[in-house]
T-cell receptor, first 114, second 113 residues
Framework: KAGVTQTPRYLIKTRGQQVTLSCSPI?????VSWYQQTPGQGLQFLFE???????NKGNFPGRFSGRQFSNSRSEMNVSTLELGDSALYLC?????????????FGPGTRLTVT | SQQGEEDPQALSIQEGENATMNCSYK?????LQWYRQNSGRGLVHLIL?????REKHSGRLRVTLDTSKKSSSLLITASRAADTASYFC?????????????FGKGTLLTVNP
């Protein structure tokens, strides 16, 4: 079974631009969650989606948004990029909603904002 | 502040030795998970232990959970150079409106050949 895939793997953007990251979950997984990882803050939860509905959201500004499609694929959008948005963005998929299931992580998208 | 905090922040051992990492958390949980991350890559799930379990094994890994002390430990026995990675504990929060999986800052384990 193919693992979680994330595209693109690397991205360089300029302050003020917007970016869309994509995540394809493992076949059969209906839950997708997103995380931001930085050296200073570590891994921080962004959102959780299940069956196209956002179930939980982390403490991030409204510039961070996401959605999930009927095939469980998910996208994350960051508008008006700031230097502090430079990070590794990880998505994870799991069989069910909530945190009683193991999360399968993708390789991440490394975003650099200049 | 972090829900889960790993200790120590860094650990360096020789191949063949055992490695023990600890995780403390603040609020009640339904389950606790341990993950491994190799050098800036995605995380790999190691073990999930539920709040009503005290110990769990998987190969060379042993996880304990003490809900009265709000702590967990991960033991890697007979370590190998390939075990070099960052190890994270992740906890859910059993209540509240912001129900999320919270990761600690991790323990960086270096296994020297």
């Amino acid at each position: 079974k193919a693992g979680v895939t994330q595209t693109p793997r690397y991205l360089i953007k300029t302050r003020g631009q917007q970016v869309t990251l994509s995540c394809s979950p493992i076949s059969g997984h209906r839950s997708v969650s997103w995380y931001q990882q930085t050296p200073g803050q570590g891994l921080q939860f962004l959102f959780e989606y299940f069956s196209e509905t956002q179930r939980n959201k982390g403490n991030f500004p409204g510039r961070f948004s996401g959605r999930q499609f009927s095939n469980s694929r998910s996208e994350m959008n960051v508008s008006t990029l700031e230097l502090g948005d430079s990070a590794l963005y990880l998505c994870a998929s799991s069989l069910g909603a909530g945190w009683s299931y193991e999360q399968y992580f993708g390789p991440g998208t490394r975003l650099t904002v200049t | 502040s972090q829900q889960g905090e790993e200790d120590p922040q860094a650990l360096s051992i020789q191949e063949g030795e055992n490695a023990t990492m600890n995780c403390s958390y603040k609020t009640s949980i339904n389950n606790l998970q341990w993950y491994r991350q190799n050098s800036g890559r995605g995380l790999v799930h190691l073990i999930l232990i539920r709040s009503n379990e005290r110990e769990k094994h998987s190969g060379r890994l042993r996880v304990t959970l003490d809900t009265s002390k709000k702590s967990s430990s991960l033991l890697i026995t007979a370590s190998r150079a390939a075990d070099t990675a960052s190890y994270f504990c992740a906890t859910d929060a059993s209540g509240g409106s912001n129900y999320k999986l919270t990761f600690g800052k991790g323990t960086l384990l270096t296994v020297n050949p």
